[in-house]
């Protein structure tokens, strides 16, 4: 039987489903753990399975034990790896995509609606028994259905995400690097510029990855290219967004409400992030549904087992 480490905290069920297949070592669901105990528990096992806050770089990789053969990630983002290193020594990589992406788009719903809403407030108001009463003037946000949505990341999870908000009649913008094929695009209209995008989105859903290509995507000079008024999310990774920078925009009322699952650093959160009373914050529950957890441990699962039999897995990625 082939063995697995689990560096990371799972569902029961989950752990449940790799002990079916492998012989397993949990690590058990503490902190995540350091690079000397992953190179440690490591030690004597087939695999390793992590999850995205473990950064697993070129200097831990270089310390893994040579019995390993495969490095598989609880998540679709894969910026926490070095996936060059990884490809050097000779490990194949396994993701989760697919299976989490109708969990993270209704997240991302709710992110829109909960910042357009003003739900942080709204909470506030009752759990901290402050209502008095139904008034005209009170809490009153903004409309989504019939708003610009621009999404940048039009990949699984923006496409998703498209798809949901056709439901509120948002004509759909996007940018990526490249252009999708018409039966994808879905009759969203493209932007191959993201400065043109950010002028149509009166609601910008942020869906692309992390990594250094998207770190500070979102800063000041583009936030100041949304329309007034436009509202904020990000479902994709939290260095994509300058969090001073929409701090400031959330102040002076720019960018009038804005929705975040993800945050750069987290889950030290910028500080200001606590205090605005027009940002709503989930804590990374993207992903956090409990059909989607066991979906997940399933993929990574049948990708190893199709690994060490031959086969082509479609979670593989490198
Ligand atoms: P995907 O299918 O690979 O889609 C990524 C999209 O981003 C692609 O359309 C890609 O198009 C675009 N993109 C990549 N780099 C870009 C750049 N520099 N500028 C503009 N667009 C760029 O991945 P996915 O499954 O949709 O997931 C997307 C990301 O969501 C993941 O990487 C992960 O970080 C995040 N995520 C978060 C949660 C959560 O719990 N909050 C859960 C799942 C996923 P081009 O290559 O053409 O640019």
Redesign the pocket.
């Known amino acids: 039987m082939r063995r697995l480490f689990i560096a990371c905290a799972l569902p029961p069920s989950v752990v449940a489903e790799f002990a079916r297949a492998f012989a397993v070592t949990y690590a058990g669901d503490g902190p995540p753990l350091s690079a000397d105990d992953i190179v440690a528990g490591a030690a004597g096992h087939d695999a390793l399975v992590v999850t995205a806050p473990t950064r697993v770089d070129r200097a831990l990789i270089g310390r893994l034990p040579a019995s390993l053969q495969a490095l598989a990630t609880y998540?679709?983002?894969?910026?926490h790896l070095d996936l060059t290193a990884a490809a050097e020594k000779g490990l194949a990589v396994f993701s989760t995509?697919?299976v989490?992406?109708d969990a993270?788009a209704e997240?991302a719903l709710l992110l829109m609606l909960g910042a357009a809403r003003r739900a942080t407030e709204a909470i506030a108001l009752l759990r901290e028994r402050r209502w008095t009463g139904w008034t005209p003037t009170q809490l009153n946000g903004w409309d989504i259905t019939g708003k610009r949505l621009g999404i940048?990341?039009?990949?699984?999870?923006?496409?998703a995400i498209a798809d949901r908000a056709r439901a509120f009649r948002m004509p759909i913008h996007y940018?990526?690097?490249?252009?999708?094929p018409a039966d994808l695009e879905g009759g969203a209209t493209y932007h191959p510029s993201?400065d043109a995008l950010l002028a149509a989105a009166q609601v910008l859903v942020l869906?692309?990855?992390?990594g250094e290509?998207?770190r500070g995507?979102l800063n000041r000079e583009r936030i100041a290219r949304l329309p007034p008024g436009a509202i904020v999310v990000n479902?994709?990774?939290g260095s994509v967004v300058v969090d001073a920078d929409l701090a400031d925009a959330l102040d002076s009322g720019h960018v009038a409400a804005a929705g975040l699952?993800?945050f750069d650093g987290e889950p030290a959160l910028y500080p200001r992030y606590y205090t605005l009373p027009t940002l709503f914050m989930l804590p990374?529950?993207?992903?956090?549904t409990l059909e989607t957890r066991n979906a997940m441990g399933r993929l990574l699962a049948e990708g190893l087992e199709a690994f060490w039999s031959g086969g082509a897995p479609v979670n593989r990625l490198v």
């Open positions: 998540s679709v983002g894969h910026d995509p697919d989490l992406t993270c997240a940048v990341g039009m990949g699984r999870l923006g496409r940018h990526n690097r490249s252009r999708l993201l869906a692309c990855p992390g290509a998207t995507l479902i994709g990774r699952d993800v990374h529950i993207g992903s956090a």
